[in-house]
C-alpha cells in the first residue's frame, strides 16, 4: 500500500464520524440486464419522477425518491413498483430469481447482447440474489448468474457506509452511460468482475453531484505484451472514476474515466503512475511517465448527458460521447471516438418506445504494445467478452495469433413495450449492426447482422411467467431461433384493466419542442495529412434541426437538440449535449452550446461541436429567428481505405468546420 491510500483511507473515516450521524445508508441496486419486465417499468418511473440515471445499476433508494412525483403522473404504474420495492424493506430477504430454458437451431452461438457473456445456444439461465442488512450502515448480498459454461456470483456483495459514501466490496455491475443497450466503457456484455467500489446515491451540493470511483480485476490473460515486445500472464487491473451533476431537476451531465494497466509482470503500478496517466493521458499515450515496463496499458473516456421533457407525453434524450485515445496531442479532444444517441418515451398510451444509435471509428477494444503502453493482445475483454458496447463480440475476434478485427460500424436498436388491457407485458425489441467492410481494419466480408426478440410476461400469484422468441443472423451471415420460457420471483405487471387511462401528464409552461430550418454559411479546413492543410471558400448551404427546451428558471432554459447541416454535399449530423438559454426578455435571448458532430466523409470522421449565437424570439406567436456561430473542431477520420492517401506521421485526417447560421424556428 502506497503513503496516498492510508490517508485517503484516514479522511474518508474522518468524514463518517463527522457526517454519519445525519447520513442514511447503504442502499441495496436494482438487477441489471436480468430481469426485463421489472427494469423496465423502474425505467419508465424514473423518467415520469423526473430522474435522469446516468449509470446502472440503479439504487433503490433512488427509486423510491422519484416514486412521490410519478405517482402524480401515473399512480398505476408507481403503485407497482412501490409493491415491487417492498421486497427491499426487510432485515433480510430474497431480491429477485429467475429462472429460464430455451432450445436453439441454428448455427450461430453469438454473445447475446448485454447478457454477462451468454451465448445464444446455452440451454439454460439461472439468476438470483438475497440479502440480509444487519443494520442501516451494512448490507450483505448473495447473488449469482450461471448458463452453459459459466457461473458467476454476480451481485454477491458487501456494502458499507453512508448515503454520501458506500463502499462495495464483491461483483457488482458497472454500466457507465444513459444509454440502455449500448454503454461503450464498461457494460454488462462481460461477466461480472470482482470490484471495489466507492459511490454516493444522495446527491452532492446544489449541484447534485454523483460520483463512482471502482477497481476491478479482469479475468486472466496469457497475452499481455510488454513495452519490451515480450508476453506475459497475469490479471490485468480495470479501474475508473465517474462524476455527473444534476443542477437542475430532469437534467445531467458526466464525465468519466478508465484505465487498464498491469497483469503479470507488467505490474504492479505505481499508484502514482495510474494518477499521471489520468490526468495527462496524451502524454501517457505518446512519450510516458519514465522507462521500465510499469506503464499504463489502455484508456476510454466518455462524456454524457440527459435531458427529460415533461408532458403529456413525456420522454428523455440522452447522448454519449466517448473516445479510446486522445486527439492531436490534446487531452480535451476525444481520438477514435463514437457518438451514441437514444430517446425513450415512458408512455404512448399502452406503448412505451426506445430508440438508440451508435456509431463508433475503428481501434475499439484492440489494443497493441507500444514503447510506452502495455498492449493487450486477446482484447478489452473479460473471459473473452467485450467489456463495453456489444458490438465488440459481432466480429473476426482475437487468436493466438492475431488482434481482433478494429472495425468501425453503426448499431441501431428500436425496443417497442406494450400493457395489453388483458394483463401482462409484451416487448419487442429489434437491432441492426453494421460493420465497416473495405477498411484495413476488416479481415472478413462482413454482412449486416439483424437480431429481433418478442417476448410476454404475465403476473402469477406474486411471480412472472413468460415466453421469448429470438431469431437473427450474425455478422458472419450465421442464423439463429431461440424459444425460451422462464419464470421469475416476483413482478412489476398489471394483471388487468385500462392503465393507459390513468396517465395524467401535463406540460408545464415554458417548455418547448421546436423545429427549425434556414441556411448554413461555412468554410472547411482539411488536413487529409498532418503536413497539409487545405482551406474551402465560404459556401452556403441547407440548415435543419429539432429539439426541446425546457424552462428551470425565470430567465434560464436547458435543452437538447439535433442539427442536420450539408458540408460540401455530404451530411454533418450535430447533437448538442449541452443546450442553454437565457431569456433577456420577451423576444431577445443568448444561446450557447456544446456537443459532438459524425461528418459522413468515406468513412465518418467524429468531433468536437461548440456553438453560440442570438434569437430574437416571437416575431409572430410561435416562432422565433436566431443567428448563430458553430465551431467543428478537428473532426478526427481514420484513414482507412485504400484510396484515400497514405503517408504523414499519423494514420488520421482532420477536419475543422467554420459556421454560420440564420434560421427560422417553429415551436410547439
Known amino acids: 500500500m502506497s503513503r496516498r491510500e ?30 426485463p419486465d421489472v427494469e423496465s417499468a423502474i425505467e419508465r418511473v424514473l423518467i415520469l419522477g423526473d430522474e435522469p440515471v446516468m449509470s446502472r445499476p440503479i439504487p433503490a433508494a433512488l427509486v423510491l425518491e422519484a416514486l412521490p412525483k410519478a405517482c402524480k403522473v401515473d399512480r398505476p404504474l408507481c403503485e407497482l413498483v412501490r409493491h415491487y ?13 429467475s429462472a429460464s430454458l430455451a432450445d436453439t437451431t441454428g448455427g450461430s452461438n453469438i454473445t447475446l447482447p448485454n447478457q454477462h457473456g451468454m451465448k445464444a445456444q446455452s440451454p439454460y439461465q439461472i439468476s438470483g440474489a438475497a440479502y440480509i442488512q444487519p443494520n442501516s450502515y ?26 454520501w459514501a458506500q463502499l462495495d466490496i464483491g461483483w457488482r455491475d458497472h454500466w457507465w452511460s444513459p444509454m440502455t443497450d ?27 453531484l454523483h460520483y463512482e470511483v471502482f477497481v476491478a480485476r479482469m479475468s486472466e490473460s496469457s497475452r499481455i505484451q510488454l ?8 490479471y490485468p487491473n480495470m479501474g475508473g472514476t465517474m462524476v455527473s451533476i444534476e443542477p437542475v431537476s430532469g437534467w445531467s451531465f458526466s464525465a468519466q474515466r478508465v484505465l487498464i494497466w498491469g497483469g503479470g509482470a507488467a505490474g504492479p503500478v505505481p499508484i502514482s503512475q495510474v494518477l499521471n496517466a489520468f490526468f495527462n493521458p496524451a502524454k501517457a499515450q505518446s512519450s510516458g511517465f519514465g522507462t521500465g515496463i510499469h506503464v499504463i496499458g489502455k484508456q476510454e473516456a466518455s462524456f454524457t448527458s440527459r435531458f427529460i421533457f415533461p408532458g403529456p407525453h413525456p420522454f428523455s434524450v440522452y447522448f454519449e460521447y466517448a473516445g479510446n485515445d486522445t486527439n492531436a496531442g490534446r487531452n480535451y479532444l476525444f481520438g477514435k471516438p463514437d457518438i451514441s444517441a437514444g430517446i425513450e418515451f415512458p408512455r404512448l398510451g399502452p406503448f412505451d418506445l426506445t430508440y438508440e444509435i451508435s456509431s463508433w471509428a475503428p481501434t475499439w477494444y484492440v489494443h497493441g504494445a507500444s514503447s510506452v503502453q502495455t498492449g493487450y493482445l486477446d482484447g478489452i475483454v473479460n473471459y473473452g467478452d467485450s467489456i463495453g458496447h456489444w458490438f465488440g463480440d459481432q466480429r473476426v475476434l482475437a487468436t493466438p495469433n492475431s488482434l481482433a478485427d478494429a472495425v468501425g460500424g453503426q448499431s441501431n ?66 442464423h439463429y431461433v431461440r424459444i425460451e420460457g422462464y419464470f421469475r420471483d416476483g413482478d412489476a405487471l398489471f394483471s388487468h384493466g385500462d392503465t393507459a387511462s390513468a396517465f395524467t401528464g401535463a406540460r408545464p409552461k415554458g417548455d418547448e419542442v421546436y423545429v427549425e430550418t434556414g441556411v448554413n454559411y461555412y468554410r472547411v479546413q482539411d488536413s487529409p495529412l498532418s503536413t497539409i492543410r487545405v482551406y474551402t471558400p465560404w459556401t452556403v448551404g441547407p440548415h435543419f434541426a429539432i429539439g426541446a427546451w425546457r424552462r428551470v428558471s ?30 433577456f426578455g420577451r423576444h431577445l435571448a443568448l444561446l450557447a452550446m456544446a456537443g459532438a458532430v459524425r461528418y459522413s466523409l468515406a468513412t465518418p470522421a467524429y468531433g468536437l461541436y461548440l456553438g453560440g449565437g442570438f434569437q430574437w424570439r416571437n416575431i ?4 422565433d429567428v436566431g443567428l448563430e456561430y458553430h465551431r467543428v473542431i478537428n473532426a478526427q477520420r481514420m484513414r482507412d481505405l485504400p484510396t484515400d492517401p497514405q503517408g504523414g506521421t499519423r494514420p488520421d485526417s482532420f477536419h475543422n468546420i467554420y459556421s454560420w447560421g440564420l434560421y427560422l424556428s417553429r415551436n410547439f
Open 6 to 35: 492510508p490517508l485517503a483511507f484516514a479522511l474518508i473515516a474522518s468524514l463518517a464520524l463527522w457526517q454519519g450521524a445525519a447520513a442514511r445508508g447503504v442502499t441495496p441496486y436494482l438487477p441489471l440486464n436480468l430481469d
Open 85 to 97: 420495492l417492498a421486497r427491499y424493506m426487510h432485515g433480510s430477504g430474497v431480491e429477485f430469481f
Open 138 to 163: 451494512m448490507l450483505l448480498n448473495v447473488g449469482g448468474e450461471a448458463y452453459q459454461g459459466r457461473a458467476t456470483p454476480t451481485g454477491t456483495m458487501l456494502s458499507l457506509g453512508f448515503d
Open 182 to 208: 449500448s454503454s461503450m466503457l464498461i457494460s454488462t456484455e462481460a461477466p461480472t468482475m470482482p470490484s471495489i467500489t466507492l459511490s454516493n446515491y444522495q446527491p452532492l451540493t446544489r449541484l447534485g
Open 227 to 234: 513495452t519490451t515486445g515480450g508476453l506475459t500472464r497475469g
Open 413 to 478: 436498436m428500436l425496443r417497442l413495450g406494450w400493457t395489453p388491457s388483458f394483463g401482462g407485458y409484451m416487448q419487442l425489441q429489434l437491432r441492426a449492426l453494421a460493420n465497416e467492410g473495405q477498411t484495413f481494419y476488416a479481415t472478413f466480408p462482413y454482412r449486416n447482422e439483424y437480431l429481433g426478440s418478442l417476448s410476454y410476461s404475465y403476473p402469477w400469484h406474486g411471480y412472472a411467467i413468460g415466453a421469448e422468441l429470438d431469431a437473427g443472423r450474425d455478422v458472419f451471415g450465421n
Open 554 to 583: 425565470l430567465h434560464q432554459d436547458l435543452g437538447v437538440a439535433l442539427d442536420a447541416d450539408e458540408i460540401q454535399g455530404r451530411a454533418l449530423l450535430g447533437v448538442h449535449m449541452i443546450n442553454y438559454r437565457y431569456r
Open 620 to 623: 409572430l406567436p410561435g416562432w
